[in-house]
């Protein structure tokens, strides 16, 4: 019982944290530290914190299905027009494809190097700085951007040159846990110009293929021999995830309407300070 309410603390922290620009990775860590699974299998937790991010993906799919759906099934999706193209959404296809071309840096560095970059940066002072280093930059970046005018204001907007840069700079958060792959993608976004709305959801659009990429791919080095009680822990984590992120993503895109991400910056910048401290004391 008290590991499924661990799980159920993963998930609050996941649902938070997926979608506010502090890194859920990194928050999962450090939580992990203080309140580790006892009696599941060995890489459990590695695979646990990527998998739970399905739940906080399907609140996208579910508040966002309009805008993400590429077909147009009932007479008045198809808007009056005729004939088999009227069943497809161009515009909703043309955004999917400029997200897939988004998606191939970090999709490679996954594949090709996640177990190394697991072991060499996946602990306290690796997420604890990564909190700090892109604190700065949130704080840098809005300030510079005050005078500025964005260029892209509709996510039709965006250039399939400007989707490859948004996800190189994905690849920073896929390196780096306690990056945090929305503050990642946010940051890139708007240094190319792009408005803090439409960079917002991009960069939630931008998570389904790639939580569902990296979840599969944990899925499939964990093998498919989950405990009872690991299989419990999966599902309460991603409901409450799923749960959360409806009202995180809801407060989030009525946030940065009125607001900038400097607030997000000094929170990152206290929490690692904060980690730094912790695990030199109790260290």
Not at 129 to 149: D, P
Request: charged share 15%; proline share 3%; net charge positive.
């Amino acid at each position: 019982m008290f590991e499924v309410i661990k799980a159920f603390i993963y998930g609050i922290v996941e649902g938070i944290t997926e979608w506010l620009p502090i890194s859920s990775t990194g928050h999962l860590i450090l939580v992990e530290q203080l309140i580790p699974f006892r009696g599941t299998s060995e890489g459990f937790f590695d695979m646990f914190d990527v998998v739970i991010q399905l739940g906080a993906i399907l609140a996208v799919v579910i508040l966002f299905w309009n805008q993400i759906w590429p077909f147009a099934l009932t007479a008045k999706s198809r808007r009056g027009q005729t004939g088999v193209k009227s069943f497809f959404k161009k515009d909703i296809w043309i955004l999917w494809f400029k997200i897939l071309v988004s998606c191939v840096p970090a999709a490679v560095i996954g594949l090709l190097f996640d177990d190394v970059l697991n072991a060499l940066f996946y602990n306290p002072v690796c997420v604890a700085l990564a909190l700090i280093v892109f604190g700065v930059a949130f704080i840098v970046i809005e300030n510079w951007n005050k005078t500025r005018q964005p260029k892209v204001t509709k996510l039709s907007e965006i250039t399939y040159q400007m989707a490859l840069l948004i996800g190189v700079f994905q690849v920073i958060a896929a390196v780096f846990p306690g990056t945090s792959r929305s503050g990642a993608t946010i940051v890139g976004a708007l240094l190319i110009g792009v408005s803090r709305t439409v960079a917002a959801e991009y960069t939630f659009f931008l998570a389904i293929p790639v939580m569902f990429g990296a979840s599969l791919l944990k899925v499939v080095k964990f093998g498919a021999a989950f405990s009872s009680t690991e299989l419990l822990l999966l599902v309460v984590g991603m409901v409450v995830s799923f749960v959360v992120s409806l009202f995180v993503l809801r407060f989030l895109m009525g946030y940065i309407k009125k607001h900038d991400f400097k607030v997000f910056g000094w929170y990152r910048i206290v929490l690692g300070i904060v980690v730094l401290i912790f695990f030199a004391v109790s260290g």
